[in-house]
């Protein structure tokens, strides 16, 4: 099992910048992604981000990309979400996920989710 500790949500306004972090115990051997997704309200949970756990690479989702980045550290088992330049529609829940095979989809685990909303 891993378990997943997201943190860094809250509300801000639109053009501000909020970062998220995931910090992750337990089989963290096992991951081989871990990512962040969101659902707004009445909507799917839909990939934004997610980044490869031993080369590091980055898998960003076209709706934010040029805005967000994500980024990690091995040493503290902890992704983080960079947010700026954020807008109404990024108001959601953000999950962050952990993955055993694939970077963008069929994750294993979840953290409880934090909110974000932007106010406009």
């Known amino acids: 099992q891993v378990q997943l500790v997201e943190s860094g949500g809250g509300l801000v306004q639109a053009g501000g910048s909020l970062r998220l972090s995931c910090a992750a115990s337990?089989?963290?051997?096992?991951?081989?992604?871990m990512g962040w997704f969101r659902q707004a309200p009445g909507k799917e949970r839909v990939f934004v981000a997610a980044?490869?756990?031993?080369?590091?690479?980055?898998y960003i989702a076209d709706s934010v990309k040029g805005r967000f980045t994500i980024s990690r550290d091995n040493a503290k088992n902890t992704v983080y979400l960079r947010m700026n330049s954020l807008k109404p529609d990024d108001t959601a829940v953000y999950y962050c996920?952990?993955?055993?095979?694939?970077?963008?989809?069929?994750?294993?685990?979840w953290g409880q989710g934090t909110q974000v909303t932007v106010s406009s």
């Open positions: 337990g089989r963290t051997f096992s991951i081989y992604a």
């Open positions: 980044i490869s756990w031993s080369a590091g690479i980055p």
């Open positions: 996920g952990a993955s055993s095979g694939r970077a963008t989809s069929n994750y294993d685990y």
